[in-house]
Each structure stands twice: as C-alpha cells, then as structure tokens.
C-alpha cells in the first residue's frame, strides 16, 4: 500500500487548504479506515481526523467545527478540509490507513496504523 499525500502549502490564518491522500497498490478503500496525523516541529505526532471504513468520522478537539474529513472510496482518496486555519495549526500533515474496522474513538491513535504516506508541511501565518 502506498499513500501520498498533496494539497499542503502557505497560507495566512483565516485561510483554508484542502489536504488529499491518494492511496495505490494492494490497497481497497471498503476495507481501510483513514486518518489524518500531525507532527509540529520538537512536538509528538498527535490525531488530527480520521474516518472509518463505513464513513464515520472522528476530530480532535483543536480542529472540531473547522476541519471536516471525507473519503471517496471509488478514487481510493482521503480528504481533509482545512478551514479558519491558525498559526497552531502549523506542522507536517501525515495520511495512515489500516486494513481493518474500528470504532471512531480508535481513529486518532496513531499505533494502530500501519501504512504511512510520506507528509505534506502546512505552514500558517499570523
């Protein structure tokens, strides 16, 4: 299973970025749960979103009402809408996906996932 992610950039605070994660190889989407991490320079990875196999999705609390995931499973995507982004919102965006079911609570612990993309920096200005 590959990920890649794209869609990461600059932008002031206020604005919004739109993250994708296309997945590839032996990897089918009605299987995966997907995720969204985190990881700001001299800070631990933590959970940002993430939805399960049948479409049910999990936020932290730092991004609740701002940040909405989604998934279209045909095109093997995830998807991370970023809006009213924050300067605290600054860090290197990584997509997971693992082969199983789990319930939402699970989708923010990052020692579930095995399969990890490569990371697409978010930079937000003040």
């Known amino acids: 299973v590959q990920l890649l992610e794209s869609g990461g950039g600059s932008v002031e605070a206020g604005g919004s970025l739109r993250l994708s994660c296309a997945a590839s190889?032996?990897?089918?989407?009605?299987?995966?749960?997907m995720a969204w991490f985190r990881q700001a320079p001299g800070k631990s990875r933590e959970g940002v979103a993430g939805?399960?196999?049948?479409?049910?999705?999990r936020y932290a609390d730092s991004v609740v009402g701002r940040f909405t995931v989604s998934r279209d499973n045909d095109k093997n995507t995830l998807y991370l809408q970023m809006n009213n982004l924050s300067p605290e919102d600054t860090a290197m965006y990584y997509c997971?996906?693992?082969?199983?079911?789990?319930?939402?609570?699970?989708?923010?612990?990052?020692?579930?996932?095995?399969?990890w993309g490569q990371g697409t920096q978010v930079t937000v200005s003040s």
């Open positions: 997971a996906a693992e082969r199983a079911w789990m319930s939402p609570s699970a989708l923010l612990r990052d020692r579930i996932f095995d399969n």
């Open positions: 939805i399960t196999r049948d479409g049910d999705p």
């Open positions: 190889g032996d990897f089918d989407s009605d299987y995966y749960a």
